[in-house]
């Protein structure tokens, strides 16, 4: 079976201070990854998509930024946190590509930056 | 664009009370439609989907069915009990050139007291 895990579990960061957060997938190879954001109480912002080792597509412009290192390892991050960066951040994947492709999501990093 | 609106931003409930929950898209092509259920502190998990006219999705006592005429997903579910309790997603996927992106309404938070 398939499992995503998203570290940290949460955060509390200073603004302009500097960003990592991780993604992991077990149980399956190559498979299409994504980065979402939320804001507390708000609907899922698509962020990125990645469709293999290397090759990250944007899909908003957040003063942030992703990479995939490895075929199971998805990373977002920033140089300079902003306060609008707060929210919660959702990594997801999915077997197949196209838009009939269900996306599940792993359980989120909670971010607070003051 | 794309885009999915979502007419109820709470319900409230009691247990064993129908449930409906409207969805409506707008799309320039012939989407795939999603519903995905999110509890607090938790990533949304996918319910169901549907991929053409007529069809029906289904999962958990959730049902909606493809509406291309009036270009809607309404959820519905016979008897609600407390523990479906959560905020509600309608969402769209693109079946055009972009094929990775998910469009998600704005949520329905659906209370249901014992």
């Known amino acids: 079976a398939q499992t995503i895990h998203q570290w940290p579990v949460a955060e509390i960061k200073a603004v302009g201070s500097p960003l990592s957060l991780g993604c992991t997938i077990k149980g399956k190879s190559s498979p299409n990854l994504y980065w979402y954001w939320q804001a507390t109480g708000g609907t899922l912002q698509q962020l990125f998509y990645?469709?293999?080792?290397?090759?990250v597509e944007s899909v908003v412009q957040l003063n942030l930024s992703a990479s995939r290192p490895k075929d199971d390892q998805f990373i977002l991050s920033t140089e300079k946190l902003l306060l609008s960066h707060s929210g919660f951040y959702l990594c997801a994947w999915s077997l197949d590509w196209g838009g009939d492709a269900e996306q599940f999501f792993g359980p989120g990093t909670r971010l607070t930056v003051l | 664009g794309d885009s999915v609106t979502q007419t109820e931003g709470q319900v409230a409930l009691s247990e064993e009370d129908f449930l409906t929950i409207h969805c409506n898209y707008s799309a320039s092509g012939y989407p795939a439609l999603f519903w995905y259920v999110q509890y607090p502190g938790e990533g949304p998990q996918f319910l169901f989907r549907?991929?053409?006219?007529?069809e029906k999705g289904s999962s958990r006592g959730f049902e909606a069915t493809y509406d291309k005429g009036t270009t809607s997903f309404h959820l519905r579910k016979a008897s609600v009990q407390e523990s479906d309790s959560a905020v509600y997603y309608c969402?769209?996927?693109?079946?055009?050139?972009?094929?990775?992106?998910?469009?998600f309404g704005t949520g329905t938070s659906l209370l249901v007291d014992p």
């Open positions: 990645s469709i293999t080792v290397g090759q």
């Open positions: 969402a769209l996927g693109d079946r055009g050139n972009m094929g990775y992106k998910l469009t």
């Open positions: 549907a991929s053409r006219d007529k």
